[in-house]
C-alpha cells in the first residue's frame, strides 16, 4: 500500500535528520533569572520588582510564541509550512508585546515605566546570551 508523503509523515515514518534546538529551555531560564532578580529586589522595593517582572514576562512571552511558531516545522519539503510559521510567529509576538504593553500600563496603574521597559530591553540580550550558550552544548 502506498502513502502520501504527508500521510508519512503523520504517521512518523519519515523523520528530519536535523534535530529541534530545546527553545523551551530558554524561556525557562530567562523566568529563573527574571524570578530570581525579582526575588532580590522585593526586599527594597515591592513596585520596583513587580515593574521588573512585568517587563520581563511581556519580552519573554511573545518571544516564546515565536519560538514555538519558528520550530513548529522541519524539514525541507515543509519549507512553505516553516515560512508560514515564521510569519504567524512574527507577527503574534508583535501584537502580543503591544498587547501586554497596554494591558500592563492599564491594568497595573502604579508601574515604574522605566523599569518595565529597561527589563524589557535587557532580556532581549539576555536571551540570546542564553540560547547560545543552549545551542553550543
Known amino acids: 500500500m502506498f502513502r502520501s508523503w504527508?500521510?508519512?509523515?503523520?504517521?512518523?515514518?519519515?523523520?528530519?535528520?536535523?534535530?529541534?534546538?530545546p527553545i523551551y529551555k530558554v524561556a525557562l531560564y530567562q523566568i529563573f533569572i527574571l524570578l530570581a532578580i525579582c526575588g532580590i529586589v522585593?526586599?527594597?522595593?515591592s513596585l520596583l520588582a513587580s515593574s521588573i517582572l512585568?517587563?520581563?514576562?511581556?519580552?519573554?512571552?511573545?518571544?516564546?510564541?515565536?519560538?514555538?511558531q519558528?520550530?513548529?516545522y522541519s524539514g525541507a519539503r515543509q519549507v512553505d509550512k516553516i515560512v508560514r510559521a515564521?510569519?504567524?510567529?512574527?507577527?503574534?509576538?508583535?501584537?502580543?508585546t503591544?498587547?501586554?504593553?497596554?494591558?500592563?500600563?492599564?491594568v497595573l496603574k502604579q508601574l515604574?515605566?522605566?523599569?518595565?521597559?529597561?527589563?524589557f530591553i535587557v532580556m532581549i540580550p539576555l536571551q540570546?546570551?542564553?540560547?547560545?550558550?543552549i545551542l553550543k552544548h
Open 112 to 119: 515604574n515605566f522605566l523599569a518595565v521597559f529597561s527589563t
Open 70 to 72: 519558528a520550530y513548529k
Open 54 to 68: 512585568a517587563g520581563g514576562l511581556i519580552q519573554i512571552g511573545p518571544q516564546a510564541w515565536f519560538a514555538h
Open 98 to 106: 503591544a498587547a501586554l504593553f497596554i494591558t500592563a500600563f492599564i
Open 86 to 96: 515564521m510569519y504567524w510567529g512574527e507577527s503574534g509576538k508583535v501584537v502580543l
Open 6 to 21: 504527508e500521510q508519512a509523515e503523520k504517521d512518523g515514518l519519515i523523520m528530519s535528520t536535523i534535530s529541534t534546538p
Open 42 to 45: 522585593v526586599w527594597v522595593d
Open 128 to 133: 540570546w546570551f542564553i540560547t547560545v550558550k
